[in-house]
């Protein structure tokens, strides 16, 4: 088979002689390769460049362990991510590649060492075999993106609720149909309507779905939850960031877990945000519970977990993290954190957690549908009441529920379950 390849390499350097010959040789198996050899480029060259890539089958970059300080090698990278082309490392010399991985968020990705015409024909055949495989992850890249964007063009046309953190509430009840209390109060469950930043209600925890890497969504990312999050935790002043708080605190607290990838299941908590951030002041969250629900592909992308144990999982182990952050009285970062001892200030006037809000497991990435997913998190939400209702602090359990219909939807199935009984509505 023959691809459509990009080679992406830091120019100004001896590289360029190398880039060149690895063009050569792919040209003469009858590839149709690009390779920028200019050192200078006005708009229509930068646009011309971003165009190719947009039609590329695969990019090749060529790492030594100074490319992360290529701009453009950096944002030719970056590109290929957004519009689903799948990247190749190559490694052009014998040094841990890692550190260039990462920078490239490429970490979870299988690189190639450089081959040559004179190398033998195991390692060229292993070298052309990853192009192969690489063709063929961008294809269904872009398969994929075509079906969100058929599915984001019928979202459009769907009514967004009117924001509403109690459209629908029930009260949580136990097998002999009496409801669990934390002391006097019941234990509720409401469906939060609407755009969860719209709501202008107080709530301790945001769950976040999140990758097997706990590589936050970019910002840009529209209407995914990790990337609201993570910029409504941010640091910004002037327009301009500071920092971003909730990745790296993320980071930090991975690393101090023993690294990447993370089991399927496990669930990280943080702050919520920089001190000064939106999350913070505006809506007074107090952490995040980062839950991996979804994996990373060697090839690029991501894949949701979405079978109903997992999602019910996925619950269990939220408001089990719930238990464990109490018991350390707040303190949910290691000690090289910069809030460490801001946060261990506070331990003797922490408040039990009471309120967390949950997304609805495998409805973006995973592509099921609302109904689909209500049981099965519903189910861990009484398995764990029905085990650890002792222990539990959580009175207010709200379901974060984006449009009109869902809502509808929602309630309907809600409705029906003997663990709930409808207390009141907001209609």
Same mark, same amino acid.
């Given at each position: ?168 509430? @029930?009260?949580? #009840? /136990? &097998?002999?149909?009496? $409801?669990?209390? *934390?002391? +006097?109060?019941?234990? %509720? !469950? ?22 097997? @890497?706990?590589? #936050? /969504? &970019?910002?840009?990312? $529209?209407?995914? *939850?990790? +990337?609201?999050?993570? %910029? !409504? ?34 669930? *990280? ?159």
């Amino acid at each position: 088979m023959t691809h459509k390849l990009f080679i992406s390499y830091k120019r100004r350097t001896p590289l360029g002689r190398t880039a060149e010959q690895l063009a050569e040789y792919l040209e003469s198996l009858g590839h149709d390769v690009f390779i920028d050899v200019e050192t200078e480029g006005g708009a229509e060259w930068n646009k011309a460049i971003y165009n190719t890539i947009l039609e590329s089958d695969v990019l090749l970059v060529l790492m030594e362990p100074t490319t992360p300080e290529s701009i453009w090698v950096r944002r030719e990278v970056d590109f290929a991510h957004g519009c689903g082309v799948t990247v190749l490392p190559v490694r052009l010399s014998e040094f841990d590649a890692q550190e260039v991985l990462d920078a490239f968020d490429l970490a979870r990705t299988n690189y190639r060492d450089y081959i040559s015409r004179d190398d033998n024909s195991a390692e060229r055949q292993a070298f052309l075999s990853s192009i192969d495989a690489c063709a063929e992850s961008t294809k269904e890249n872009r398969i994929d993106r075509l079906e969100k964007l058929e599915t984001q063009i019928k979202s459009e046309e769907r009514v967004v609720a009117t924001p509403d953190p109690h459209r629908y509430s @029930y009260e949580i #009840m /136990a &097998r002999d149909q009496t $409801p669990y209390t *934390v002391g +006097a109060t019941a234990c %509720k !469950l409401h469906v939060a309507a609407g755009n969860f930043t719209d709501l202008k209600h107080d709530i301790d925890v945001y769950v976040n779905s999140e990758n097997d @890497y706990m590589q #936050m /969504a &970019r910002f840009f990312e $529209p209407r995914r *939850v990790s +990337a609201i999050l993570r %910029k !409504l935790g941010t640091h910004i002043e002037f327009r301009r960031l500071k920092e971003d708080t909730v990745q790296n605190e993320l980071s930090l607290k991975v690393d101090h877990m023993g690294g990447r990838p993370l089991p399927s299941g496990t669930v *990280v908590s943080t702050i919520a945000g920089h001190p000064n951030s939106k999350l913070i002041q505006r809506h007074k969250a107090r952490y995040i519970f980062h839950v991996v629900s979804t994996k990373a592909r060697e090839t690029g992308g991501i894949q949701a977990i979405t079978s109903s144990d997992r999602i019910s999982e996925f619950v269990i182990n939220c408001l089990e993290e719930v238990q464990i952050v109490n018991d350390s009285e707040g303190v949910v970062m290691p000690g090289n954190s910069p809030y460490y001892e801001s946060i261990d200030a506070q331990r003797e006037h922490y408040d039990a957690i009471n309120s967390i809000l949950f997304p609805l497991f495998g409805t973006g990435h995973g592509g099921l549908k609302s109904d689909q997913v209500i049981e099965p998190m519903i189910d861990g939400l009484q398995a764990y009441f029905h085990h650890n209702h002792t222990y539990n602090t959580v009175t207010d359990i709200y379901l974060s529920v984006y449009f009109e219909e869902d809502v509808q939807m929602i309630k309907n199935h809600l409705d029906n379950m003997s663990q709930l009984r409808l207390l009141a509505t907001s209609d």
